[in-house]
């Protein structure tokens, strides 16, 4: 009788745990339909972000919807590198095309910076990462390095917004721009395609905005600008936001090429943005303008 008693316990012990286990499988599938569901509606507003634009000034609405709606991705999986990546990027789209106010905008490229940090810290640590050949780096991320290429590029950004809103000579001396070269480096390393050749563009943003500091930032170089945002331009020939930076570099530290430069410059203010990035490229088109200005002044 005892052995009846001990065999039915155990049927019972294993239909509860097959019970707990359907359970989970579930839940787990609940909560992955959840996030795609939720970035999937990031992915909407963010193709919203232009709506209501003033110029090259961005209504808040859509890229703060595209924000929440990524935060609660994140919340659903915070080792989702894709909610991050584009979290990341809605921010930068925040910080740098909604906000005006210097402090928020310090807050907004902070968390920026700090979702890169963790974010790296999920893939293995930025100090042990960055530590790795080229080579090295790919064959560890594997199938997931293009989308930690994104993350990569995106904290360079961060780093760099942070730095230039907060002041280079000050963020010279803390070592933002060794974090902004590594990132960007890595970046290029996993896929130097994503975000129309970003990592050469951030070096070259790099090496053509921070301050030479001899035993700081000595090893900063203008003929790098040049040559990164020539890379850069490789990739997507067509990106203004490349084609402004490349044309105030030749003008600034190339002489001899300082006339292609405001040819440059010109063929900016002459185009039509598209509709996909409008807010993005109506900003290049204005700074161009205002680079003529100074130029002819």
């Known amino acids: ?52 634009h003033e110029g ?96 990569f590029f995106w904290s360079a950004v961060h780093w760099g917004l942070w730095g230039r809103t907060r002041g280079k000579f000050a963020s010279a001396r803390e070592g933002v721009a060794g974090k902004i070269s590594d990132r960007a480096l890595a970046s290029i390393a996993l896929d130097p395609t994503i975000e129309n050749g970003g990592g050469h563009r951030v070096l070259g943003r790099l090496h053509t905005e921070a301050p030479k500091i001899p035993f700081i930032t000595g090893w900063i170089d203008r003929e790098t600008a040049v040559r990164e945002l020539e890379a850069c331009l490789e990739v997507a020939p067509d990106d203004l936001t490349t084609r402004l930076y490349l044309g105030e570099a030749l003008i600034e530290f190339d002489p001899a090429r300082r006339a292609e430069g405001v040819t440059i410059l010109r063929d900016i203010v002459e185009r039509k943005p598209q509709p996909g990035w409008l807010v993005e490229e109506l900003s290049a088109i204005e700074d161009a303008r205002r680079l003529l200005d100074r130029v002819d002044s």
């Open 56 to 151: 090259a000034l961005a209504s808040a609405a859509p890229i703060e919807a595209a924000v929440a709606a990524y935060e609660q991705a994140l919340e659903v999986d915070s080792g989702n590198l894709e909610a991050r990546w584009k979290l990341m990027r809605a921010l930068f789209f925040l910080g740098e095309h909604v906000v005006t106010d210097r402090e928020r905008q310090l807050e907004i490229f902070e968390r920026g910076r700090d979702l890169g940090s963790d974010g790296l810290d999920r893939l293995g640590g930025s100090k042990e990462l960055l530590a790795l050949e080229p080579t090295e780096l790919r064959a560890r991320l594997g199938d997931s390095r293009t989308a930690a290429a994104e993350i």
């Open 1 to 52: 009788m005892m052995r009846g008693v001990a065999r039915a316990r155990g049927r019972c012990s294993a239909k509860r745990r097959a019970l707990v286990a359907a359970v989970v499988v579930v839940a787990s599938a609940s909560e992955v339909v959840a996030l795609e569901e939720l970035v999937a509606k990031g992915d909407l507003a963010w193709e919203r972000r232009a709506e209501g």
